[in-house]
């Protein structure tokens, strides 16, 4: 994690030898003699992230930047996926506040892994919800229309 004009930075990226490059916001020289520019940033008014252009070595990489909270929001969803592949009751909730436009899915209803279950539209974009695993939808929660916040129950999963 860097800071660049007290923007947090988390730019993940790595050398052929799998090495991580640890980015400083001054520029200062890295490991193994690196050199990093960090180049102006444009802002994306619809989904808040900045394009940031970084240089490693006379190497241009593009990178989005977006807040911690909702790069947080995200590790968390990740992680949660990773316990997609366990039998029994899964509880789908929501990972960020929005509003349900649509539900794809009824009570009873078999899923497929990666099936939409429902979209969600949260800071002006629609994010498809889908199902982190094969199973047989136990509850739907949630009505198109329907506001919801953090944490809110979606959809459970059996």
Known sequence: MATVSGEALRVMTADAAGEALVIEPDGQVLPA????LLLPSAL????GRRRREVVVDGWRFEVDVEPDRRARLREQAARASGHA??????EIRAVIPGRVVAVAVNPGDRVEAAGQLLVVEAMKMQ???????????????????QNVELRDLLIVLE
């Open 33 to 36: 003699d690196r050199q990093v």
């Open 44 to 47: 994306d008014r619809t989904s």
């Open 85 to 90: 592949a366990q039998d029994g009751r899964l």
């Open 127 to 145: 994010n498809e919800i889908r199902a982190p695993r094969a199973g047989t939808v136990a509850k739907v929660a949630v009505g198109a229309g």
